[in-house]
Nanobody
C-alpha cells in the first residue's frame, strides 16, 4: 500500500522558516500534480500550493511571495519552503498527489499524506 510520507513540520517563531517534504513510501509508476493543503482549527482544509509534473505552480493568495513549492521528479518528492511565517499560518499541512501505481493501472488516483503540524508562535 503506497502512502505519502511527510517530514519537516514543527514549531517556529513568527518571521521564521520551515521546509516540508513529501514522498511516496513505495514503488510507483508516475505522479501528475503534487500539492500542499492546510487545515487550521475550526476551519476547512484549503489549498496552499500545487505544482504540475511540468513545473507549473499555483499559490493561495495568502502565501504568495512567502511560500515556494518545488518538486524533484527523480526523487518523486515535493517540497514546500515556507518563509516569513506568521501565526495565521499555524495549521496541519497535508501533502496531496495524483499517482499511477503501475504502467497498466487504469487511472491516476489521489493520495494524501498523514499531516504535519506547523505552529508559528508570536
Amino acid at each position: 500500500q503506497v502512502q505519502l510520507v511527510e517530514s519537516g513540520g514543527g514549531l517556529v517563531q513568527a518571521g521564521g522558516s520551515l521546509r516540508l517534504a513529501c514522498t511516496p513510501s513505495g514503488s510507483i509508476f508516475s505522479i501528475l500534480d503534487m500539492g500542499w493543503y492546510r487545515q487550521a482549527p475550526g476551519k476547512q482544509r484549503e489549498l496552499v500550493a500545487v505544482i504540475t509534473s511540468g513545473g507549473s505552480t499555483n499559490y493561495a493568495d495568502s502565501v504568495k511571495g512567502r511560500f515556494t513549492i518545488s518538486r524533484d521528479n527523480a526523487k518523486k518528492t515535493v517540497y514546500l519552503q515556507m518563509n516569513s511565517l506568521t501565526p495565521e499560518d499555524t495549521a496541519v499541512y497535508y501533502c496531496n498527489a495524483d499517482i499511477k501505481l503501475t504502467v497498466v493501472s487504469g487511472t491516476y488516483r489521489e493520495y494524501w499524506g498523514q499531516g504535519s503540524q506547523v505552529t508559528v508562535s508570536s
